[in-house]
């Protein structure tokens, strides 16, 4: 194998199969990347067999092979090589990579692709295309609430519910809920109901564009990501999703609608004298009125308030700012509906008929 590249396109491709490498040294081959260099293009690969990442990139191949190579030296190679400087990278019989730039000339061992593990075959599958920039906003106004606790095994990645001509994304920690529905721009006879792990979330998201279209292709335990250039491959999390529409409450018409801005910031500030021990900042709400406060024991107190519309009854409640803060600021309107209820009850943010956010209350002292 041989093939001539230059330094900054190369590294943002291994940049883009990073997250993927094995960290968990298992498999000896898991912290290597595997090259591939055939008609004109680099294929970069990077998995720890729950996610693969692979992302091409055109050169100019003067011979066509594979290896695969430790990652982090590879990336640290390039990394130190100078800025816009042109690189060659060949090999030999004996798996000895050779890079060389200018006068810089590294050599380092790798390992056969044979020993590299082999992507699944998705071919004839059942698929579907989306705009990327539509992907990634449904994913934006849920991912946020995926569970944590990796005890909760079922809940550490977003549910996929595809049919007809709609898309839903469920995630929830079991304190909150996020819930989005769109129309699907034509009707699929795709019909689908997966968990997608967080991992494989968070890369999709970090991978996806403003523009282009994005292929999401289907196998039993699998599923596969095709963004053109790149391709993301994740295991599937097997179990059944628990039920979650009973938890939504029924939508009510007094609503407390308030600038999302002014609540964002002054959630934030109110966040900052919580600790593990006082994490619930406190909201109390009158006729056209809102007090954001937050009292510490032997920290300090903070109280703002924000103007409202709002013709209901008064209530105090409590809430986890961290998941107020999060949605707020993932979801793009100017004016936010709350609609709260009682001490006790959850407090929930509608986006007309596509999106729900349910939030359970804190206790108050």
């Given at each position: ?6 330094k ?7 940049q ?8 968990k ?16 293009i ?19 191949t ?39 730039s ?69 995630a ?41 279209e ?5 196998d ?12 993301i ?37 109110a ?21 954001v ?9 903070v ?9 209901g ?8 700012p ?31 008929s596509?999106?729900?956010y349910v ?7």
């Amino acid at each position: 194998m041989r093939f001539k590249t230059d330094k900054n396109r190369i590294f943002k491709t291994i940049q883009k199969v990073q997250n993927a490498i094995s960290s968990k040294g298992t498999l000896p081959i898991l912290s290597n990347i595997l090259l591939e260099a055939y008609n004109d293009i680099v294929k970069i690969t990077a998995t720890d067999l729950d996610i693969g990442i692979s992302s091409t990139i055109p050169i100019k191949t003067e011979r066509e092979g594979a290896i695969t190579l430790p990652a982090k030296k590879f990336m640290d190679i390039i990394k130190e090589l100078p800025d816009g400087s042109d690189i060659s990278v060949s090999t030999k019989k004996n798996n000895m990579a050779t890079i060389e730039s200018g006068k810089i000339i590294f050599k380092i061992v790798g390992l056969p692709k044979e020993e590299f593990p082999q992507p699944p075959n998705f071919k004839n599958k059942d698929a579907i295309t989306l705009l990327q920039s539509f992907l990634k906003n449904i994913i934006s106004i849920t991912a946020f609430a995926v569970s944590r606790d990796e005890t909760r095994y079922i809940l550490n990645g977003v549910l996929f519910i595809i049919k007809n001509k709609t898309i839903k994304l469920v995630a929830t920690d079991g304190r909150r809920l996020a819930v989005v529905e769109k129309e699907l721009p034509e009707e699929t006879v795709t019909e689908k109901k997966i968990i997608i792990p967080t991992k494989t979330i968070q890369e999709l998201n970090r991978l996806l564009q403003e523009e282009g279209e994005i292929k999401i292709l289907f196998d039993e335990n699998q599923v596969l990501f095709d963004l053109g250039d790149t391709l993301i491959i994740s295991r599937l999390i097997e179990g059944e999703f628990p039920s979650y529409e009973q938890v939504i409450p029924k939508e009510i018409k007094e609503k407390i609608i308030i600038d999302k801005g002014s609540l964002l910031a002054a959630t934030k500030r109110a966040s900052i004298l919580t600790n593990q021990d006082s994490m619930a900042i406190r909201l109390d709400i009158s006729k056209d009125k809102m007090a954001v406060s937050k009292n510490t024991p032997y920290m300090g107190e903070v109280r703002e308030e924000l103007e409202i519309l709002y013709k209901g009854k008064d209530l105090s409640i409590g809430f986890n700012p961290n998941y107020i803060i999060e949605v707020l600021k993932n979801i793009d309107v100017k004016d936010v509906g709350l609609e709260i209820t009682d001490i006790d009850k959850p407090g929930v943010i509608r986006l007309g008929s596509e999106y729900v956010y349910v939030v359970l209350p804190m206790q108050i002292t």
